[in-house]
């Protein structure tokens, strides 16, 4: 049976936008990330993490690293997988993944029997809103990373809210 999900950007989603984030000790979890993933799971979604993280490409940190600070968020938070682009630019020839590309959650729907129909992208950048609407699906625009007042470029999200809690009382 095919489930609804929910496809959250990491940075600025989930945890506090800080540019890069090279050592798991400088995740921070938003204190309310955990409340609304239980909420969006009672609500029948699954929640998967698609995120850019090209300080593996540029040899900022090991994907190692990155691995342990996505067991991490899975473990505090309840999200159900994580998926990342550890490549360095959108033009690079092994790369279909990096946001606004669709190749995260192409590699999302092989493992899960998504329900796209019902699906949402939520984000707080330009290539988050650009990703959501590259695959078809709803896209909402968070303020507590980037948000409205530091977009890369002009995109129009099916919503905007103020952070994940605002979302999930005003979606789910």
């Keep these: 049976m095919k489930k609804p999900v ?12 800080k540019s890069y984030v090279l050592r798991k000790e400088e995740l921070e979890i938003f204190d309310y990330a955990s409340a609304c993933v239980r909420k969006m799971h ?9 995120t850019n993280q090209s300080a593996v490409a540029r040899g900022m940190m090991t994907e190692e ?8 968020l899975m473990e505090e938070t309840g999200v159900d ?10 033009t690079d020839a092994v790369c279909d993944c ?3 590309q669709t190749g995260m959650i192409q ?8 329900d796209m129909e019902h699906a ?15 695959a078809g699906i709803q896209t909402v625009l968070l303020e507590s990373g980037y948000g409205t007042k530091r977009l890369e470029e002009e995109v129009t999200p099916d ?4 952070d994940l809690r605002d979302f999930v009382k005003n979606r789910l």
């Design 6 to 17: 929910i496809f959250l950007d990491r940075d600025g989603v989930l945890t506090k936008e």
């Design 42 to 50: 009672d609500a029948g979604y699954l929640v998967l993490v698609i």
């Design 65 to 72: 690293t990155l691995q342990e600070m996505n067991d991490i």
């Design 81 to 90: 997988d994580v998926f990342y682009c550890p490549h360095w630019h959108p």
């Design 98 to 100: 990096r946001k606004p």
């Design 107 to 114: 590699q999302a729907m092989q493992k899960y029997d998504l």
């Design 120 to 134: 949402y992208f939520v984000g707080d950048r330009a290539s988050d809103i650009r990703t959501g609407q590259n």
């Design 159 to 162: 919503y905007i809210f103020e």
